[in-house]
């Protein structure tokens, strides 16, 4: 089962892995529409919501 995202610490390594994978699910989804709205649903700063989703798109070049 995975793990809420208020269990996903982004400083632990399971919340450093999958914190950015649940941010795009949310994206991907059409449960939020931008980075903007994502970032208000999860009572983040824009800022931050980038610098996860930066991870996200540096696991998808390690990958390629």
């Known amino acids: 089962q995975i793990a809420?995202?208020?269990r996903l610490s982004p400083s632990s390594p399971f919340?450093?892995?999958?914190?950015?994978l649940y941010y795009?699910?949310?994206l991907d989804?059409?449960?939020v529409k931008s980075r903007a709205e994502?970032?208000?649903?999860?009572?983040v700063s824009r800022a931050r919501v980038t610098q996860v989703l930066r991870r996200f798109d540096d696991q998808?070049?390690?990958s390629a």
């Open 29 to 31: 989804s059409g449960e």
């Open 4 to 6: 809420s995202s208020s």
């Open 38 to 43: 994502l970032a208000r649903y999860l009572g």
């Open 60 to 62: 998808e070049e390690k």
């Open 24 to 26: 795009q699910s949310l």
């Open 15 to 20: 919340g450093r892995e999958l914190l950015p």
